[in-house]
Antibody, heavy 117, light 110 residues
Framework: EVPLVESGGGLVQPGGSLRLSCVAS????????MSWLRQAPGQGLEWVANIKTDGTEQYYVDSVKGRFTISRDNAKNTMYLQMDSLRVEDSAVYYC??????????WGQGTLVTVSS | VVMTQSPLYLPVTLGQPASISCRSSQGLVNSHGDTHLTWYQQRPGQSPRRLIY???NRDSGVPDRFSGSGSGTDFTLKISRVEAEDVGIYYC?????????FGQGTKVEI
C-alpha cells in the first residue's frame, strides 16, 4: 500500500482550473500537517502550501496566494489543492508531502500539471 | 531565505567519500533553539526522500554512510563511501522560516 497517492493532474489552458487530490494511508492522517510542493520540469523544488492537522490554518507561497486553495477531509484521509487562474509557470509535477516545514518526511509519487494553450 | 548549494555537479568514484555544502542567507536557529535544516535525495525518476533532518539526524532506513553536520548558516552532507545507488540529486531545505526554501540541488554522478 502506497502511503501517499496524488491524482488530478493534466493539461489545462491558461486561466483554467484543476483540483488535485492526495489520498493518505498507513498513518494517522488527522494527526499530521500536510503540504503541497512542486517541481517544474528539470528544475528544483518549491513549496506551494501547507495545512494544519484540523484544517484551520493554511499557508501559501506568494506566487499562488489568491489563486490556490489547500484543504483536507480527515474523514476521507484526503488533502486537496484547488488551483484556479492557472498560469504557464504553474506547470510542474505536484507532490503531496506528509508534514510541513519542521517534519516533512514522506512524499507521494507526484502528479503532472501542464498549463498550455 | 536563500539556500545555496555547492557544487551543483559532483562526479564521484565508487567507494570514495563525497561532500555537499549548503549555505543559508540567514541563520536557521528558531526561537526554540532548533535548526530546521533537512537533506533530501531524489533518485532519477523518483520523488524526493528525506535523508537527514535537523542538521544531523538520519532517517530510519538511511545508510550510516550518510551524515549531516553544520550550524548557523553553513551545513554539509557527507557520504563516507559512495555506492552506485547514491546517484541522484541532493537538496538541502530550510524549514525554519515560511516558506521553506530549497537549494538548487547537487547532481551526484558516478
Amino acid at each position: 500500500e502506497v502511503p501517499l497517492v496524488e491524482s488530478g493532474g493534466g493539461l489545462v489552458q491558461p486561466g483554467g482550473s484543476l483540483r488535485l487530490s492526495c489520498v493518505a494511508s498507513g498513518f494517522t492522517f488527522s494527526g499530521r500537517w500536510m503540504s503541497w510542493l512542486r517541481q517544474a520540469p528539470g528544475q528544483g523544488l518549491e513549496w506551494v502550501a501547507n495545512i494544519k492537522t484540523d484544517g484551520t490554518e493554511q499557508y501559501y507561497v506568494d506566487s499562488v496566494k489568491g489563486r490556490f486553495t489547500i484543504s483536507r477531509d480527515n474523514a476521507k484521509n484526503t488533502m486537496y489543492l484547488q488551483m484556479d487562474s492557472l498560469r504557464v509557470e504553474d506547470s510542474a509535477v505536484y507532490y503531496c508531502m506528509r508534514g510541513a516545514l519542521y517534519d516533512g518526511d514522506l512524499w507521494g509519487q507526484g502528479t503532472l500539471v501542464t498549463v498550455s494553450s | 531565505v536563500v539556500m545555496t548549494q555547492s557544487p551543483l555537479y559532483l562526479p564521484v568514484t565508487l567507494g570514495q567519500p563525497a561532500s555537499i555544502s549548503c549555505r543559508s542567507s540567514q541563520g536557521l536557529v528558531n526561537s526554540h533553539g532548533d535548526t530546521h535544516l533537512t537533506w533530501y535525495q531524489q533518485r532519477p525518476g523518483q520523488s524526493p526522500r528525506r535523508l537527514i533532518y535537523q542538521v544531523s539526524n538520519r532517517d530510519s532506513g538511511v545508510p550510516d554512510r550518510f551524515s549531516g553536520s553544520g550550524s548557523g548558516t553553513d551545513f554539509t552532507l557527507k557520504i563516507s563511501r559512495v555506492e552506485a545507488e547514491d546517484v541522484g540529486i541532493y537538496y538541502c531545505m530550510q524549514g525554519t522560516r515560511w516558506p521553506g526554501t530549497f537549494g538548487q540541488g547537487t547532481k551526484v554522478e558516478i
